[in-house]
């Protein structure tokens, strides 16, 4: 199967060339956070206060590492299910973060603020933690240290790969996906 | 009487659940390679193609398979001609956790559930005690991810329903759940006992070995059933799409009492993690 290469920071070129399906390795800079570092970030911004990282154009990609075994960059580092940052996605997205990384469907504030601000939805697969942290070469805390696993990481990532759930047209990969190979009768 | 001290079953405690975590069983990679050859679609072969090679890189470097390192499930069968020495069991028990996840480098996810403050060290661990005749005691942890625990469910069906109740209350629960549980999934099925027991029974068919079927041919059939209708569902793995939502579907049954048919359904991930041990 083809796999297109990507790197970020994402341009609205970059993501209006994606679509739903399109499986990816994305090679660059990405950012974590969890539930935890996703309130904080939007409760600053609902304070009128500055972000500690600049988002644009960039993903957040929604995980908690295994801790990393002394010589390794990194723990395991599998997506965590999406489902629980639907409430601060569009929120970032507003301030220029282009999209995230997870595992699981995301509701229709996601997906219409995808195609407000030409976004992505990705997944990567889910319990593919120790292939997926062999792609990522650098890692460093950014903001909220206190957080431990949930902190915000700096991750260098290099081929990490990831398939395209949702796109700036409206498209959604489990609906489609599912619709493609059921059986009924 | 034979005298087991618990020392040893902290040893042996810590020492599975890095097994657990670090090791996937033969199992689930013939179960990987058999879904591989019926897959049809790419993207659904590609996320098979990681799974494997995710599990070989674990084993491999000894790290864990996924970051979810999991609840600590314990079933320990206890001999009831042991004598315990040396202390208390469940503390035993939990200070092998506490090892195996400190030096497995395993995380921590085990937290109050109102304030979500960690416990900081996977304690404690859910602890299932079966006392059986013998003089040895059988170990077997079954570390449980989030992911997969919150799409399953527990039903208090009608008599009357049937076993088509049965069929058709598992299938809703997988549909459901769609790409949530990191399918390829597995599907524990209790049925009959109580509210707790089913739960439990649901539980327990998850340790059984893939492949294997229940040994009542009206059971076993069923589970054949319950398979096709899942893997007709079309979510595929991850959920992208493809023939092969679940892996297996096992049962385990018990007899209920005469107004209740209660049925329970524990979703497991295709991180299927249980190593046993006998002292
Ligand atoms: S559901 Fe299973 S494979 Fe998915 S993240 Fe949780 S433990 Fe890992």
Avoid: W
Avoid at chain 1, 30 to 41: M, V, W
Avoid at chain 2, 120 to 139: E, S, Y
Avoid at chain 2, 205 to 225: V, W
Wanted: negative net charge; charged residues 25%; aromatic residues 6%.
């Amino acid at each position: 199967m083809t796999m297109k290469k990507i790197n970020t920071p994402l341009s609205d070129d970059d993501v209006m060339k994606l679509k739903a399906g399109d499986t990816v390795l994305i090679t660059g800079v990405i950012f974590t956070g969890r539930d935890a570092a996703h309130k904080k970030l939007v409760d600053l911004v609902n304070a009128g206060e500055p972000l500690p990282v600049d988002f644009t154009g960039q993903l957040i990609y929604y995980v908690g590492p295994s801790p990393a075994k002394p010589g390794k960059v990194i723990g395991s580092a599998g997506p965590t299910t999406s489902g629980r940052m639907d409430a601060y996605k569009p929120t970032l997205m507003e301030h220029g973060l282009k999209g995230s990384i997870g595992k699981g469907s995301r509701n229709q504030a996601v997906k219409d603020a995808l195609i407000k601000h030409k976004g992505l939805y990705l997944a990567s697969t889910g319990g593919a933690a120790a292939l997926l942290a062999k792609t990522i070469k650098k890692a460093e805390v950014v903001a909220y240290p206190e957080l431990g696993p949930e902190a915000i990481y700096r991750l260098e990532v290099e081929d990490f790969p990831a398939t395209v759930v949702n796109d700036a047209y409206g498209n959604d990969i489990y609906e489609e996906g599912r619709k493609e190979y059921e059986i009924t009768g | 009487m034979r005298e087991v001290n618990v020392a040893d079953i902290t040893a042996a405690i810590a020492e599975l659940s890095m097994d657990a975590n670090y090791n996937l069983g033969d199992d689930v990679y013939k179960a990987f390679y058999d879904a591989l050859e019926k897959e049809t679609s790419p993207t659904g072969k590609n996320v098979l193609e990681q799974l494997i090679t995710n599990a070989n890189i674990a084993k491999e470097e000894q790290v864990p398979m996924c970051q979810d390192t999991g609840y600590a499930v314990i079933f320990v069968e206890l001999g009831q001609d042991v004598h315990l020495v040396g202390g208390d069991l469940n503390e035993a028990i939990f200070e092998g956790v506490r090892k195996g996840y400190g030096d497995g480098y395993l995380r921590k996810s085990i937290c109050e559930p109102i304030t979500r403050a960690n416990t900081k060290d996977n304690t404690p661990a859910i602890i299932h005690v079966d006392v059986v005749p013998g003089d040895k005691v059988k170990l077997t942890i079954a570390p449980k991810g989030g992911g997969s625990e919150n799409m399953s469910a527990v039903k208090m069906l009608k008599p009357s329903d049937g076993a088509k109740g049965v069929v058709d209350f598992v299938v809703d629960v997988a549909s459901k759940a769609g790409s949530n549980p990191c399918p390829p999934i597995i599907l524990g099925v209790g049925i009959g006992g109580t509210f707790e027991k089913v739960a439990y029974l649901a539980k327990k068919a998850l340790l059984r070995e893939l492949g294997s079927s229940n040994p009542d041919p009206f059971y076993a059939a069923m589970e054949k059933e319950i398979l096709e209708k899942v893997n007709k569902l079309g979510i595929g793995p991850q959920g992208f799409g493809g023939r092969t939502t679940a892996l297996a579907v096992h049962i385990e049954v018990f007899p209920a009492h005469i107004a209740s048919f209660p049925a329970a359904v524990n979703i497991n991930c295709h991180a299927a993690r249980h190593k046993e041990v006998t002292i």
